[in-house]
């Protein structure tokens, strides 16, 4: 029997994929409109700024019971207003569905949020590791002044679900006010 190469590879330094099934979600300012407190800010914003991409592994379709994804997001350095650049965040659609997060490069904030509303944080550094049971909202932040590489594990049937925070936000908002990052 032959020993086959790998089909799939990771970058150890920033987590970016390549090989089969992979494919690549960008998300510009334009894509987040009443996401951030600021509006004003926002405004005056080039909507084409490019805030965060996502490459994923899929080997299964969207769905699939039993399934896995695999990804890495890129979030940009950059704030609206006073604050930082950030995920959409979401609850998984199938809701009890948990989902891994690891830091792989830069300075970041894992904000969770339960379905009564109720937010916490996490801080994310390369190395960290974040475990996101399931019926918690989670989005990711970039809190520094470089790029933030995130890896994620989730399940294929998981799905999305945006709307609940696209009303209503997490609750708490990760800002910087005189030089300290902050979460109000
Ligand atoms: O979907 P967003 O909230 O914009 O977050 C962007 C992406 O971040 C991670 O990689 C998640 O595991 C993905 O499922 C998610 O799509
Ligand atoms: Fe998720």
């Known amino acids: 029997m032959e020993i086959k190469d790998p ?12 090989g089969e099934k992979t494919s690549k ?13 600021d509006e004003e800010a926002f405004n005056k914003m080039d909507p084409e700024t490019v805030l965060y991409e996502v490459e994923m592994h899929a080997p299964v379709k969207a769905g699939t019971e039993g399934g ?4 890495t997001s890129f979030l940009n350095p950059g704030k609206v207003g006073e604050e ?7 609850f998984h659609e199938i809701i009890n569905r948990a989902e891994y997060y690891w830091g792989l490069e830069g300075e970041g904030v ?5 379905e009564d509303g109720n937010a916490s944080a996490e801080k994310v550094c390369p190395g960290s590791l974040h475990f996101v049971p399931g019926k918690i909202a989670h989005r ?21 679900q945006y ?4 009303e209503s936000g997490f609750g708490v908002r990760i800002k910087e006010k005189n030089g300290t990052i902050i979460a109000e």
């Not at 089909?7 to 390549?18: D, M, T």
């Not at 979600?25 to 407190?37: N, P, S, V």
């Not at 894992?110 to 339960?114: A, E, G, I």
């Not at 990711?140 to 999305?160: F, I, M, Q, R």
């Open 7 to 18: 089909r799939n590879h990771f970058s150890k330094e920033n987590g970016a994929l390549s």
């Open 25 to 37: 979600t960008i998300r510009k300012l334009k894509d987040m409109k009443g996401f951030y407190e």
């Open 68 to 71: 896995l994804f695999f990804g």
């Open 84 to 90: 930082f650049f950030m995920t959409k965040g979401h």
């Open 110 to 114: 894992l904000v969770f949020m339960d």
């Open 140 to 160: 990711l932040v970039n809190t520094g002044d470089t790029k933030l590489a995130v890896g994620a594990c989730w399940p294929a049937d998981a799905g999305h």
């Open 163 to 166: 709307g609940p925070i696209a």
